[in-house]
């Protein structure tokens, strides 16, 4: 068989997105403005990990080539003001500035280049909520409030945010130039999660094929951690082991051979998107007994403040490394539910602050 391995790459944009149609839809007429010379509407693009968000966006830039200049920032790699607009100064003039340019320079050039090559600007910001709170509002802040600068420039912007209650984290300048339209992305169910995964092969392997059982025992996997991308990898490891072996059919086999070192490889990647503080309360949810968040908060007091606890708790079921809910206990509390085995979790951890 032949493998084209990048169609199992995590920015490979499939072929055909299947199950998104609504989304695909309501973000192209979004941007319908754009041909004819108006903004478009601004919008929040939410769902938790591995739901299409990225992929989605990135098929619906490519549609409206024509009417905007789609801009795609990615704000875990580009964390600063100044990284984020060199990012944007770079795809719009094809070259990397001077380094050491103010910023006051680099922002200017941005919107004179928008107005003198007549362009319609869509910045998208993914994982937008994964920015210090201050640092969200003022670079969206600038991008919507660029035409007070330079009369004429037009701009766009699309946040891709797996918190779903983002919005609410801005301040109130902010949202008052800011009210997007909020488009949902829910999580695929296993059905879904198999019909993309069998698509996935059609178009990735040639000569070649998955066998009915070991493409539903990774879907099954990828269902239990409600995750879709550990599907496309341990599908993508399970060809490679058969590949290597000089078989044409992927085999329950070469699934169970490699589904070991895809979850290694998955709770490595959650994990480090955590900074040091955050990993350490994940890890004392998954050692202790205590449920309660008060209770587990006990433990960090001396450390951290009590804001700072609950954002990354938020973050931390963001990214679905656990779950929260309420019960009542002698008044309404508040507790955290682990969603992976605790042995996995916290091997990846420890592995981390290695
Ligand atoms: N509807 C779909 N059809 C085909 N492939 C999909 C679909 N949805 C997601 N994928 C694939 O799943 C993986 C994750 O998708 P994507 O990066 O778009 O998710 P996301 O919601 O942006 O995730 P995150 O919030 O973690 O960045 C990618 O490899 C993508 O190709």
Not at 152 to 179: N, P, R, Y
Not at 217 to 238: C, H, V
Request: hydrophobic fraction near 45%.
């Amino acid at each position: 068989m032949i493998v084209r391995y990048e169609v199992f790459d995590e920015d490979y944009v499939p072929e055909e997105i299947l199950f998104r149609d609504t989304q695909i839809r309501r973000i192209a007429v979004n941007l319908k403005p754009a041909e004819h010379g108006s903004r478009p509407v601004n919008m929040l693009c939410l769902g938790p990990p591995a739901t299409g968000k990225t992929t989605v966006i990135k098929h619906v830039m490519r549609m409206a080539e024509h009417a905007v200049t789609g801009v795609y920032v990615n704000c875990q790699v580009h964390q600063t003001r100044q990284q984020i607009f060199l990012r944007i100064f770079e795809h719009l003039h094809g070259y990397i500035p001077p380094s050491g340019i103010s910023f006051q320079k680099l922002y200017s050039a941005i919107l004179r280049n928008v107005v003198e090559e007549r362009r319609i600007l869509l910045v998208v910001l993914d994982d937008v909520n994964l920015l210090p709170a201050k640092l969200a509002d003022e670079v969206i802040f600038l991008i919507l409030k660029g035409h007070e600068e330079v009369d004429g420039f037009k701009a766009g912007l699309v946040g891709i945010s797996t918190d779903m209650k983002f919005l609410a984290s801005l301040d109130a300048k902010t949202t008052s130039v800011f009210h997007p339209d909020e488009v949902v992305f829910p999580v695929y169910d296993f059905e879904e999660m198999l019909e993309i995964l069998r698509k996935r092969v059609l178009e990735g392997v040639v000569g070649g094929r998955v066998s009915d059982e070991a493409l539903e025992m990774i879907a099954e996997r990828a269902f239990e951690y409600l995750d879709l991308r550990f599907g496309i990898q341990a599908l993508k490891m399970a060809v490679l082991n058969a590949d290597r072996k000089g078989r044409d059919v992927v085999g329950v086999e070469d699934v169970e051979e490699v589904l070991e070192q895809s979850r290694t490889a998955f709770f490595r990647k959650m994990i480090s998107a955590l900074s040091r503080e955050e990993a350490d309360v994940l890890a004392a949810i998954y050692t202790s007994d205590v449920r309660y968040t008060g209770d587990i908060y006990a433990m960090f007091r001396s450390r951290l403040s009590y804001t700072k606890f609950y954002e990354i708790l938020r973050k931390l079921e963001n990214l679905r490394l656990i779950d929260t809910a309420t019960k009542y206990d002698r008044g309404l509390k508040r507790y955290v539910v682990r969603r992976f085995r605790a042995d996995e979790v916290l091997s990846a951890i420890d592995e981390f602050l290695k």
